[in-house]
């Protein structure tokens, strides 16, 4: 466990430049300016995730999920209320009123997320010199614990609560980052 916790760690400290490269990449993939920062990046339980996300059945979560494996498996999820999915993917399509997140939407949503999490992926890849590889993105849309994976109560999740920038709106996401295992041999 000693290892993932390190990971951890380590992931806890790239997060401003993986978010400089998720910047980047939006950037570079939709001809906008993109810019994301984080406003508060932190440790957590995710039986303390879940409680912060399930408190109320009637929100609302658009949940991106990515997979990574290479060093580690690890879990990527980017949240987001139907609100600042729909105002991200309009502003990204270059309409200035909400799109339904609809079939199209959502598979804006999903390459959203899928670029920003292999942006986190190759900055830590570049930092233990390792090739790490992304699923396939998958959007979950609904309430509660209905979006979200099993895992241990006492399982250790980075999130980092993202402001994401682009063409003159500011809306927010959250970033998960849940580490699974270790890789054999490592």
């Known amino acids: 466990m ?11 400290k790239i997060c401003g430049p993986g ?11 939709t001809g906008l300016d993109f810019t994301m920062e984080d406003k508060a990046v932190n440790e ?33 999820m980017l949240i987001f209320s139907p609100e600042n999915g729909q105002r991200l993917v309009s502003t990204m399509m270059g309409e ?11 598979s804006a949503l999903a390459e959203i997320g899928n670029v920003v999490g292999t942006a986190f992926l190759n900055v830590f ?4 010199g390792t090739v790490f590889e992304p699923t396939v993105p998958e959007v979950k849309q609904g309430y509660g614990i209905d979006v979200f994976p099993l895992f241990s109560n006492q399982q250790r999740v980075l999130i980092t609560e993202a402001i994401f920038r682009v063409t ?19």
Not at 2 to 10: G, K, M, P, R, Y
Not at 51 to 60: A, G, L, M, S
Not at 177 to 184: A, D, F, H, S, Y
């Open 168 to 186: 003159g709106e500011t809306l927010t996401g959250e970033i998960l980052i849940v580490p699974e295992r270790l890789q054999k041999g490592r």
């Open 125 to 128: 890849a570049n930092i233990f």
């Open 19 to 29: 978010l400089d490269e998720a910047g980047r990449a939006l950037s570079q993939m």
């Open 44 to 76: 957590v339980a995710w039986g303390d995730v879940l409680k912060r996300f399930t408190q109320q059945d009637d929100t609302e979560y658009y949940v991106v999920h990515l997979g990574a494996t290479g060093l580690l498996t690890a879990r990527i």
């Open 96 to 106: 200035d009123t909400g799109l339904p997140l609809d079939e199209v939407g959502l």
């Open 2 to 12: 000693a290892h993932v916790d390190e990971v951890l760690t380590i992931w806890g």
